[in-house]
Structure formats: C-alpha cells, structure tokens
Nanobody, 128 residues
C-alpha cells in the first residue's frame, strides 16, 4: 500500500525559510505526480504546487510563485518544498498528495479527486 509522510514543519518568523519533505513508500515515486496542498484554520484546502513524474514540470499557484520551489529525488522517494520569504498568510497545515500518472491531468493539477493518497500533514506557523 502507498503511504506518504510529511516532515519539516515548524515555527518560523516572517521572511524566514523552511523546507518540507514528503517521503513515499509502498511503491516507486516515479509512478506518481506529487502535489502540495495546504489548509489554514477555517479555510478550504488549496493547492500550492504540483510536479509531474515524467516531465518534471512544476505548476505553482500565484501566492507562492517566486517564493516556493518544489523538487523531487526519485532515488530517495522524496519530494521537497523549499519555502522562502515566508509570510504570516502561509500559516497552514501542509499536505503532500500522490496521483497515479495514469490519472493525473497536468492542465489542471489541483483537483482533489486526482489524488488517491495523502500524507498526515505538517504544521507550518509563520509568526513574529
């Protein structure tokens, strides 16, 4: 069975940086597109960034574009989210999710239904 585990969350001051990790087990990472979502208290879950499996193409939402960078290391079955210039509005629980490449739709990658597997989430708090 496929499992995803996030780590790296914590408390950081505005303007600071944080790197999140997502490790997949139970299958091979190269068979999945991976996305990061986040959910703030009282808010709906929203997409942050997705990265294709074969092409490596990444798609960022406007609020994080230029500040966040996603990467993947298939040898370690890991996906990383480097977050720089953090803002208080980035505070949320961050989740990684995996979509089978046969199901993934890269032209609109933030449909929740595309993702069959989800991690437990990691808390990111940006506060002064």
């Amino acid at each position: 069975q496929v499992q995803l585990v996030e780590s790296g969350g914590g408390l950081v001051q505005p303007g600071g940086s944080l790197r999140l990790s997502c490790v997949l087990s139970g299958s091979t990472l190269e068979d999945f597109a991976i996305a990061w979502f986040r959910q703030a208290p009282g808010k709906e879950r929203e997409g942050v960034v997705s990265i294709d499996s074969v092409s490596g193409l990444a798609t960022y939402v406007n609020p994080v574009s230029g500040r966040f960078t996603v990467s993947r290391d298939n040898t370690k079955s890991a996906v990383y989210l480097q977050m720089n210039s953090l803002k208080t509005e980035d505070t949320a629980v961050y989740y990684c999710a995996a979509s089978h490449i046969s199901s993934y739709r890269g032209n609109y990658p933030f449909q929740l239904a595309l993702y069959a597997y989800w991690g437990q989430g990691t808390q990111v708090t940006v506060s002064s």
